[in-house]
């Protein structure tokens, strides 16, 4: 094991995930184009825009599931553009999946306790990150249950707690929220802040729940046709009169955002 993979150096804190105009073509069709954005910790950062602006894509470059056309992706001052997913996901970086795919015949605990594992810790560690996260996902009633007979709701949470059992500095998040019935939208709220604010990840969220975004986010970016089209403070993007009337509706323009 070289010295870039120590576990002092996977878990250090601080740092920036940095996208430097990264570009993604598929056979000559552009889905990113010269993309940039940073993403610190202790803060929640969405990322918005309509089916097929290049989302999901973005979010594939970032965490090394796809390379770039063009471009480059930092982690915490290093350049893994040419990175696996796996070496980032030990050096601090993780995701979760619009279809989260949990270990359905293992108990939900198992499933936070696996992923512990598969990041270097040892099974007594393992066993009290898992309890710890699911206390802090509100989970703790549903620890021995199997992962299948979680609902909807709680099974997102449940991905939520995986990602997190790998100790990371950033998470992003691909439509955590989707399916969620609204009543439960503000519960998942408070779990994306308890990762920015009770483990200081830093958050990339995107979603097309715009309450749930204006609600926990503190900055963000607006994609279009695979390009930037804004980038600000949620109250910056309501009042953007274009991207009111693209992403958020007409009347979204006249809402109180508190």
């Given at each position: 094991?070289?010295?870039?993979?120590?576990?002092?150096?996977?878990?250090?804190?601080?740092?920036?995930?940095?996208?430097?105009?990264?570009?993604?073509?598929?056979?000559?069709?552009?889905?990113?184009?010269?993309?940039?954005?940073?993403?610190?910790?202790?803060?929640?950062?969405?990322?918005?825009?309509?089916?097929?602006?290049?989302?999901?894509?973005?979010?594939?470059?970032?965490?090394?599931?796809?390379?770039?056309?063009?471009?480059?992706?930092?982690?915490?001052?290093?350049?893994?553009?040419?990175?696996?997913?796996?070496?980032?996901?030990?050096?601090?970086?993780?995701?979760?999946?619009?279809?989260?795919?949990?270990?359905?015949?293992?108990?939900?605990?198992?499933?936070?306790?696996?992923?512990?594992?598969?990041?270097?810790?040892?099974?007594a560690e393992a066993r009290g990150t898992a309890d710890e996260l699911l206390e802090l996902l509100g989970l703790e009633?549903?620890?021995?249950?199997?992962?299948?007979?979680?609902?909807?709701?709680?099974?997102?949470?449940?991905?939520?707690?995986?990602?997190?059992?790998?100790?990371?500095?950033?998470?992003?998040?691909?439509?955590?929220?989707?399916?969620?019935?609204?009543?439960?939208?503000?519960?998942?709220?408070?779990?994306?802040?308890?990762?920015?604010?009770?483990?200081?990840?830093?958050?990339?969220?995107?979603?097309?729940?715009?309450?749930?975004?204006?609600?926990?986010?503190?900055?963000?970016?607006?994609?279009?046709?695979?390009?930037t089209i804004a980038a600000g403070t949620p109250a910056e993007i309501q009042a953007n009169l274009d991207v009111a009337?693209?992403?958020?509706?007409?009347?979204?323009?006249?809402?109180?955002?508190?």
């Open positions: 094991m070289g010295a870039e993979e120590q576990p002092q150096e996977r878990r250090r804190p601080g740092g920036t995930l940095r996208a430097a105009a990264l570009s993604r073509s598929f056979d000559g069709v552009a889905a990113v184009r010269e993309v940039s954005l940073e993403l610190h910790r202790h803060e929640v950062v969405g990322l918005i825009g309509p089916n097929g602006a290049g989302k999901s894509t973005l979010v594939n470059l970032l965490t090394g599931f796809d390379r770039p056309s063009s471009g480059t992706v930092e982690l915490q001052g290093r350049d893994v553009t040419r990175w696996s997913a796996s070496r980032r996901g030990r050096h601090g970086l993780a995701r979760t999946f619009q279809h989260s795919h949990p270990f359905r015949s293992l108990s939900v605990r198992e499933n936070v306790e696996v992923a512990a594992l598969g990041a270097g810790a040892s099974p009633g549903d620890a021995e249950a199997p992962a299948a007979s979680l609902a909807h709701g709680h099974e997102r949470r449940l991905g939520v707690a995986r990602a997190l059992a790998t100790r990371p500095s950033f998470v992003l998040m691909d439509e955590p929220a989707a399916g969620l019935p609204e009543a439960e939208v503000p519960e998942f709220a408070a779990v994306v802040r308890s990762v920015r604010d009770d483990h200081g990840a830093g958050v990339l969220l995107i979603d097309h729940n715009m309450a749930l975004i204006m609600d926990v986010c503190d900055r963000i970016e607006v994609l279009d046709q695979g390009r009337a693209a992403y958020l509706g007409e009347s979204a323009v006249h809402e109180d955002p508190s």
